[in-house]
Structure formats: C-alpha cells, structure tokens
C-alpha cells in the first residue's frame, strides 16, 4: 500500500467519522456490511482499521465490526442443505438492536461482488434475503425512526471495481474504483468538510421548498414510464442532513445528491421502467418494470432476474408497495460520471428513483410516534424490505400535481424546474 492511497484511506476514515456519523465522544460504533451477508467484507479490512483509528481519536468508547466473506457464503449456496436458508445468528440480530436501541452509531460499508450469487438456486436466494430481513426488522425498525445517528458508505474490492470498469487493464481496476469513491464523496476538494457543508445546504432548500408545497401527488412521465404517485398529508422532504432522536445530526449516506419523501401507500398509479440495473442481494436485475393499481404492483417484467425480482414482490404485503420517492437532477456528478456502479448506495444518486417496501417514519410529521394502526391510516408502508432502484433520466419530467389539480413543474428533462 503506497503512502499517499494511505493517506486518502485516513482522510476518508476522517470524513466518514466526523461528518457523515458526526460521532459523539463516549459512544459506541458498530461496522457491518450489506444486507447480502451482514458482515462488512474482510477485503477492506484496511479502511476499517483506519475508521476504527479514527472512532477511537474522536472519542468513541467501544467500537466492534462484524466480518464477513463473500467466499463463505458462496460456499453456503454451494454445499449447504436447501433446507438450511432460513437459519440466522441470534447474536447478529441482538448486537445491532443493543447498539441502536442505546443510541449508538452504526456504519455499514458497502464493498461486495454485485453478481455474487447470480448462480445460486433462486429459491435458496429467496429464502435467505427473506430470513435476513425478517431478522434484521428490530434493529431496522430503530433506523427508520433515525433513533441514531447512521450511515452507508462504500469501499472498492476487485470483484466490484471489474464489474464497474471492465474495459481497463487487469490489476488496474480497484485503484480506479477507490479513485472514483473518493472523488465522488468529495475528497478531492481543499476542504472536503466544507464542501460537505455547502452540498448539504442546497439540498436542504430543494427540500424546503417542496415541504412549502406539500403537493397531492406527483406525476412522472418518460419513455416507458406513465405514474402518479399520490402523497400523503403532512409528508415530509428530506435530503442529506439527518438528525437522531437523541439530537445528533448526521449524513445517512455517502455520497447523496437526493431530496426524498414518503408516497401514500395505497395511491400510486401507472406504469413505470427502471433505467438502471437493480443489485440486489448479489444478483442483478434488469430491463425491468411495474405496474401499479391502487398503490399495489399489480404486473412485472423483467429481462434479467424476473424470479428474484417476483420473490422480492411477494416477500410481504408491503413489499408490493412503495416506501419513498426521490428526486435527484440529472446533472448530479454520479450520473455526469456515465458510470454504472451496480450498487445503490452510489446508483441512486445518479437518478430520480423509488423504493418499495417500507417507509421511513420521519418522513411524516408525526410518524416516529404513531402507532401501527395509525401509521398505515395515514398511508404509511411497512414491510421488511427496502429496496431503492432507479427510474430517471435525462428524458423524464416530473410535476407536483395540487389539492385542486393545478400542475406545476418539479423537473424538466431531469433537471429541477424551480429555483432556490
């Protein structure tokens, strides 16, 4: 490892620690790695020490990372009875409800192999992501509440960086893709910290603005895609700043370039297309689209990964159903990039996108605190999954549609329509 990639790893360690945890002195971190294995992968070992390094320099009082690697769980698919998949540790499930439930911080780094299990039996697959969620649901119900502070972040390991840069020479590609992280987290500025802070500040506008309006529904139209998603009361616009119910402000994912709100369960109508692979619990899902009726997919598609994806739908009542919409313009620096990443922590914030499953409770005045009976009156989603994927483009115009019918543009040709 030469000394000045070393150098990018602590300044990035720093970043992560100090503005996107925004880590307090005497709490306590947990590292863990993507809802594919859970564990953060053995390959960046790395930049974990480095963030580790840092936690301890800014005061932490205990901090413990969860491994994994993506070799033991392909032999798991490989080799384990069909009959085993529904198997989970207790002890996984029970550390990150005891960190979250005392207000801890939680890191999670992304940095996996997005075909990972492209060859696994689908029904295995299914099994296993369903068993994941439902044991991660109490650690994930404390998230959604931000009952602290949280955050997603990515690391390069070779099996990602070819998949995201196959046409450059072997042995090159995972310098490239860490090149790109950095870049794209804003390392590359004098001051990352601040350039962080001025980002921040005008996504926060973006959002402010759209809270003003607080729109019925919005109507997204593109090649492909005719849907109207309804809005419910009081729903609430959010973007990169978050802060924990135990008042900590902090930055869930790095990097971001979203403004993001909650649908009404039970009225989005139409059809819409993915202009981007999905990722999703290491298989890819492609050339895909929804049908939506009453709030509910009612029909999908897809090229590639139709099965998991069909799976995915039927995981539970709320998984047919959206949890968030988005908006991200187009000239954002990740879709400037022209680089598709197979990963959406980074992907979504190259594109407006949606999620179906679960919402976010703060997205909805009122919604930490509301009971489930109330939440789901007021049209919030639940579901144990939460799966983001991409629908933008530069083709796609988005308006916010009034209590009286009145249409007024959001965005134009994948770029906000309004100013700040």
């Keep these: 490892m030469n000394s000045d990639f070393d150098e990018k790893l602590i300044k990035y360690a720093d970043l992560i620690v100090e503005v996107g945890l925004n880590l307090q002195p005497g709490q306590r971190l947990l590292i863990v790695g993507p809802a594919v294995n859970t564990g953060v992968s053995i390959k960046v070992a790395p930049l974990v020490r480095r963030i580790v390094s840092s936690a301890y320099k800014h005061g932490a009082k205990f901090v413990d990372v969860m491994w994994s690697d993506d070799q033991n769980l392909l032999d798991r698919f490989k080799y384990a009875p069909k009959n085993s998949f529904d198997q989970f540790p207790n002890w996984q499930t029970n550390g990150r409800v005891d960190f979250a439930k005392n207000g801890d911080a939680r890191l999670a780094i992304l940095a996996n192999d997005p075909d990972l299990l492209a060859e696994a039996d689908p029904e295995s697959v299914a099994t296993f992501q369903k068993t994941v969620a439902e044991r991660l649901q109490p650690s994930s119900e404390y998230t959604r509440k931000n009952a602290h502070n949280w955050c997603g972040v990515a690391a390069s390991v070779p099996e990602w960086a070819v998949k995201v840069f196959p046409e450059i020479p072997e042995g090159e590609q995972e310098a490239k893709l860490w090149e790109t992280i950095f870049q794209i987290c804003r390392l590359d500025h004098a001051d990352p910290n601040t350039a962080w802070k001025n980002h921040t500040s005008e996504l926060i506008s973006r959002g402010d603005y759209l809270n003003a309006k607080q729109y019925h529904s919005l109507k997204l139209t593109s090649p492909g895609t005719d849907l109207t998603v309804g809005m419910p009361k009081g729903h609430i616009w959010q973007s990169a700043l978050f802060k924990s119910l135990n008042n900590i402000d902090f930055i869930a994912n790095m990097p971001t370039e979203e403004i993001f709100s909650m649908p009404h369960k039970d009225m989005t109508e139409g059809v819409v297309k993915a202009t981007k692979p999905l990722s999703y619990g290491g ?138």
């Design 283 to 420: 298989t890819v899902i492609d050339n895909f689209s929804l049908t939506f009726s009453k709030g509910r997919v009612v029909d999908v598609s897809a090229d590639v990964g139709e099965p998991i994806l069909r799976q995915l739908i039927k995981n539970d009542e709320g998984a047919a159903r959206l949890g968030e919409i988005a908006l991200v313009p187009d000239s954002s620096p990740i879709s400037q990039s022209g680089l598709l990443f197979f990963n959406t922590l980074i992907d979504e914030n190259a594109s407006n996108h949606i999620a179906i499953g679960s919402a976010y409770r703060f997205s909805m005045q009122g919604g930490v605190d509301m009971s489930e009976q109330e939440w789901a009156e007021a049209g919030g989603n639940h579901s144990l999954v939460h799966v983001d994927f991409m629908i933008g483009s530069d083709q796609m115009d988005v308006d916010g549609i009034t209590a009286d019918g009145k249409s007024e543009p959001i965005q134009r040709s994948g770029e906000w329509a309004f100013d700040v």
